[in-house]
C-alpha cells in the first residue's frame, strides 16, 4: 500500500522530482577539493577520460597571484583544457579592466617561475600550453556551456571561510541555466586553496601597491626594487612591475 494512502503520483511529477533532489543537494552538499589536490594514477582510466575534458574556472582576477596560479596549473595538469573566465559588467567602470588583468594572468602562466612547491616543479613542463584566458560578457555559465565544459571550477581560501558568498553564487549558477536557458546547469567545484597562499589576496595586494606611494615607486614607468621584493612574495617576479604599474594609484 502507498504510503500517501489512495493518492496516485503521477509518474511526470515523480520525474520532476528527481532533478531537483539532484540540484538542491548539490547546494546543500558541496563538493570541495581540498589541499593536497589529489590526481588520479598516470594511466587510469579515469585519468584518461578527464584529459578529454574542458573545465572552467571562473574568477575577477583582481589582480592574479600566487594561489592563483598553483590551482591553474593543477587544473591544467589534470584536464584537457582550461578556460579561465573572467566577467565583465558592460555598465560597470573597473579601475584596472578585465582585459589588462588578463593579460598579467597570461603573462604569469607563461612564465616559468615557480614558488618551491613540489608540485608546481612537477607540473611546470609545458602544462599550461592547454589554458586559455577570456574576458567573457554576459553570463559565465552560459560561456562554459558553450564551450562544451565539464566542470565548473571556483576556487576558494576554505569553505569556513568564503562558503556564504560562493553558496550565492552557485545557487544563481545551478538555477540561472534552467530559468534563463532551459539547459541542465554544469556542476560546480570548489578548489580549496594551498595553506600557504590562503592568507594571500587580492585585496592584499592591491593596498600593496596603492599605498607604495613615493617610498615605493620610482620612475613613472618602473617599480623598485624594494617593490618588487614585496610583490614577488604574492605574484611570480616577472610581472610583479606591471601589477604595480596597473594598480597604483595614479
Known amino acids: 500500500m502507498s504510503p500517501f494512502g489512495n493518492i496516485t503520483i503521477p509518474i511526470g511529477v515523480i520525474l520532476l522530482f528527481i532533478p531537483v533532489v539532484i540540484l538542491v543537494s548539490r547546494i546543500l552538499f558541496p563538493t570541495i577539493l581540498s589541499f593536497p589536490w589529489k590526481m588520479p594514477p598516470e594511466n587510469s582510466r579515469q585519468r584518461k577520460r578527464e584529459k578529454e575534458f574542458t573545465v572552467v574556472l571562473a574568477g575577477s582576477f583582481n589582480p592574479p597571484h600566487w594561489g592563483h596560479l598553483v590551482m591553474i596549473r593543477y587544473l591544467a595538469e589534470r584536464y584537457g583544457r582550461v578556460i579561465c573566465c573572467i566577467g565583465v559588467n558592460p555598465n560597470k567602470k573597473y579601475d584596472v579592466t578585465p582585459q589588462t588583468r588578463a593579460n598579467l594572468l597570461k603573462e604569469m602562466l607563461a612564465s616559468n617561475e615557480t614558488n618551491n612547491n613540489d608540485f608546481d616543479k612537477k607540473a611546470i613542463a609545458g602544462t599550461c600550453n592547454n589554458v586559455q584566458v577570456e574576458v567573457v560578457t554576459g553570463y559565465i555559465w552560459r560561456y562554459a556551456r558553450e564551450h562544451g565544459a565539464s566542470i565548473f571550477f571556483r576556487g576558494i581560501r576554505t569553505w569556513e571561510a568564503d562558503g556564504a558568498e560562493e553558496r550565492n553564487l552557485q545557487i544563481l549558477n545551478t538555477w540561472g541555466p534552467l530559468l534563463l536557458g532551459r539547459i541542465w546547469p ?65
Open 186 to 250: 554544469i556542476n560546480t567545484l570548489f578548489l580549496e586553496g594551498d595553506p600557504r597562499f590562503r592568507n594571500v589576496s587580492s585585496t592584499m595586494i592591491r593596498k600593496i601597491c596603492t599605498d607604495g606611494g613615493s617610498n615605493c615607486y620610482g620612475k613613472p614607468s618602473e617599480v623598485d626594487d624594494k617593490a618588487v621584493d614585496e610583490l614577488s612574495k604574492f605574484v611570480p617576479r616577472c610581472v610583479a612591475n606591471k601589477v604595480a604599474m596597473a594598480y597604483r594609484k595614479n
